[in-house]
C-alpha cells in the first residue's frame, strides 16, 4: 500500500513540475507538432507491422525445433522469438512509454529537420494555442488632419 502512495506522490509531483510520463502526446499540439506525431506514429505502425510479419514464422519454426529436439529446455528458442519480440517492441515505442534508446532517437533529428522546413514554408503562426501572435504589417488607421476622416499611413 505505501508504494502505490508513494507512486501517486510522485505522479502528482511530475504533474505539478510539468513532467509527463505518460508517453502521451499533449493536448494542445500546434498543427505542424500534429503533422509531425502522425507521421512518425505512421512510421512505427509499419515498423511495429513489418516486426510482426518476421515473428510469426520465427515463433513457428521455434516451436517446432523445440518439438522436435526436446530435451529439459525445449521451450528455449520459442523463448528466445519473446525477447526478441519485447526488445524490438520496447525500441520501435509505438505508443511512447519508453523514454531512451528508442526509435524516437533515431526520428529526432529528422523531426528537427521537418520543424524547420516547415517554419521556412508557413507564415509565423503561434505555437500553440492561447499564445499572442506578433502585430502584423498591415497598414495603421490614423485620424486625418483635414476634416475628421481616416488615412492609411504605412
Known amino acids: 500500500m505505501t508504494e ?12 505539478a513540475a510539468g513532467i509527463d510520463r505518460s508517453g502521451l502526446p499533449p493536448a494542445d499540439l500546434s498543427r505542424a507538432e500534429l503533422v509531425w506525431a502522425v507521421i512518425a506514429f505512421q512510421l512505427k505502425l509499419v515498423a ?7 515473428l510469426s514464422p520465427l515463433s513457428i519454426v521455434a516451436g517446432i525445433l523445440g518439438f522436435i529436439e526436446g530435451g529439459q529446455t ?6 528466445k522469438v519473446i525477447e526478441l519480440g519485447r526488445r524490438t ?3 520501435i515505442n509505438l505508443f511512447g512509454s ?12 529528422i523531426e528537427k529537420r521537418f520543424h524547420e522546413e516547415i517554419a521556412q514554408q508557413l507564415p509565423q503562426q503561434p505555437e500553440r494555442p492561447g499564445q499572442q501572435q506578433a502585430p502584423s504589417s498591415e497598414a495603421v488607421q490614423e485620424p486625418d488632419d483635414r476634416g475628421g476622416g481616416r488615412r492609411e499611413q504605412s
Do not use: C, N
Not at 74 to 79: D, K, L, S, T
Open 48 to 54: 511495429d507491422g513489418l516486426r510482426d510479419v518476421l
Open 89 to 91: 517492441e520496447r525500441w
Open 74 to 79: 525445449p521451450g528455449r528458442y520459442f523463448r
Open 98 to 109: 519508453h523514454q531512451q534508446d528508442t526509435a524516437d532517437d533515431l526520428l529526432r533529428p
Open 4 to 15: 502505490k502512495k508513494d507512486l501517486r506522490e510522485q505522479e502528482e509531483t511530475e504533474s
